[in-house]
């Protein structure tokens, strides 16, 4: 179970990538060319919020009882959090950035519902798109960091 949860949350790296991409994309475009708020985007933008959401509950079960988790593993004896960098980035790390993002994203997709026009709507959201996304590709354990990194 543990192991398929790990699976589904590495695969979901993508989907989330390539759904932040297309929301940054069509977000500029918005915002550039003064749109009215088009549907298609709003779904876009919800689509992006609900993949990023199952991937922070996916993350929190590993978190705290997955293979190096908080509570079913724990720290191994004489291991300092912030002093080792494998803990520092999958405990303190990986998650604080993961979740900032994801209230970024949150923010994002909400500000569809504010009374404000649709060209700052865009704007807004495409700010917040990209600062989520360039605080997840900082995130991501990439094949070939040392210690941390994790195949694709
Ligand atoms: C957009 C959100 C996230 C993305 C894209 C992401 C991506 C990843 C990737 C690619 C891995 C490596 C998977 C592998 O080894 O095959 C990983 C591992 C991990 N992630 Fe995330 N993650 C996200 C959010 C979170 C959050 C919010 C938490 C915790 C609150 C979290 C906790 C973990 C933990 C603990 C591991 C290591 C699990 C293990 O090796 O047993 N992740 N994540």
């Known amino acids: 179970m543990q192991a398929v949860l790990l699976e589904i949350h590495s695969i979901f790296r993508w989907l989330i990538l390539l759904l932040l991409l297309l929301s940054v994309i069509q977000s500029f475009t918005g915002w550039r060319k003064s749109k009215e708020l088009r549907s298609g985007d709003a779904r876009l ?74 060209p700052l709507k865009y704007k807004r959201a495409f700010w917040l798109f990209l600062l989520a996304l360039v605080i997840i590709l900082a995130v991501i354990p990439w094949p070939g960091l040392t210690v941390v990194g994790r195949p694709f």
């Open 45 to 118: 933008w919800l689509f992006t919020m609900v993949s990023a959401h199952i991937t922070l509950l996916i993350g929190l079960y590993l978190l705290f009882f997955g293979r190096y988790g908080v509570l079913s593993a724990g720290l191994p004896e004489g291991v300092h959090l912030m002093k080792d960098k494998f803990y520092r980035f999958f405990w303190v790390e990986h998650p604080v950035g993961m979740v900032l993002a994801t209230a970024l994203i949150t923010i994002a997709r909400g500000v569809v519902k504010k009374q404000i026009r649709d």
